[in-house]
């Protein structure tokens, strides 16, 4: 039997193991072929070579992480702890899946009140890569793989780093499988329920007194998508959400928006389609004619990149949106 120790230089291991030793427990259940002891700063690690090897790679990956951020919660370790790693024996190293080194990457951006958005998963790294080289990127996926909300601070980003003028985020008013009636209001307030997940990943990411600035002088901009007919959108970065429910038409009308000087991501999740069943889905049919355009990219997230409450995937398991 081999054994690895480790030293946690500088870090709590509380912040490690979590109070009431509760990562400690998560991390022995994700290594059961291993015995872990832990002691104060002191980590022995007693097994098989592969099994300490693969180890030896995630919990670095685990101290990394807290010595960046400072903290350490369920999800990222789960995260953290999931990502799939490839061990070549002949040349000894280790390579993160889609060729990535690290489980976690750069800050996207600084939010308010300690909020740090970053990409969690191999995939949502590839976003983040992609779109330097991409105008146009198809980011599709189950429910809870965070495709909007790093596709809205990619966009923010943007804007700080005055890349672009204005931020334009839209999505079909389509209603999930409900019929909503009469709502009151003027404009503005009918169709904002179908937008307020839009809203929401802007609260984490710009203070409110600054978002309001900048939603009254159309700095940002968040409309339904057939508000985008007819214009032509430049020096902006623009995202469709829930494309899955727009038809043929309406995206084909809203990639023909885009100006010389913009970005366009497009999400959806092909699993939840609100459309009437005798209209067709415009990202079913976009996934298929628009795959060898060179400047347009398109990724698939999948189980591995969920990264709400650990049971969304197996409720999503369950429901056979995902494997």
Not at 6 to 19: A, E, K, L, Q
Not at 157 to 170: D, H, M
Request: glycine letters at 6%; one cysteine or more; aromatic letters at 8%.
């Amino acid at each position: 039997m081999n054994e690895l120790k480790f030293i946690m230089d500088n870090i709590n291991p509380v912040t490690v193991w979590g109070s009431n030793n509760e990562y400690f427990e998560i991390t022995k259940k994700h290594f059961p072929k291993i015995k872990i002891v832990a002691r104060g700063n002191e980590v022995k690690v007693l097994g098989d070579e592969a099994e300490l090897m693969l180890f030896r790679e995630k919990f670095q990956g685990i101290i990394d992480h807290v010595d960046k951020f400072q903290s350490l919660n369920t999800t990222d370790l789960e995260q953290l702890l999931d990502t799939k790693i490839h061990y070549n024996v002949e040349a000894s190293s280790y390579l993160l899946e889609k060729g990535l080194i690290g489980s976690s990457s750069d800050p996207i951006v600084f939010g308010p009140n300690g909020i740090v958005v970053k990409a969690r998963t191999a995939n949502q790294r590839r976003m983040v890569e992609s779109i330097n080289t991409n105008d146009v990127l198809f980011a599709i996926g189950p429910a809870g793989t965070g495709k909007t909300y790093t596709a809205v601070a990619l966009a923010v980003r943007a804007l700080k780093n005055k890349e672009i003028r204005r931020i334009i985020l839209t999505r079909p008013a389509v209603e999930a499988g409900e019929n909503l009636g009469f709502l009151p209001g003027d404009l503005k307030e009918k169709i904002d329920p179908y937008l307020r997940p839009l809203y929401d990943a802007l609260d984490d990411m710009i203070p409110a007194e600054k978002l309001k600035l900048y939603l009254e002088n159309r700095t940002i901009e968040i409309a339904p998508l057939a508000f985008m007919r007819g214009r032509t959108l430049d020096n902006c970065f623009v995202i469709l959400d829930e494309a899955q429910n727009a038809t043929d038409m309406q995206l084909k009308m809203f990639l023909t928006r885009m100006g010389p000087s913009a970005k366009f991501i497009v999400t959806g999740d092909v699993t939840q389609i609100d459309l009437p069943k005798v209209q067709q889905s415009g990202l079913k049919t976009a996934l298929k004619i628009l795959t060898d355009i060179k400047g347009i990219d398109m990724i698939y997230l999948s189980g591995e990149d969920v990264v709400r409450h650990k049971l969304v995937r197996n409720i999503l398991r369950a429901y056979g949106d995902i494997q």
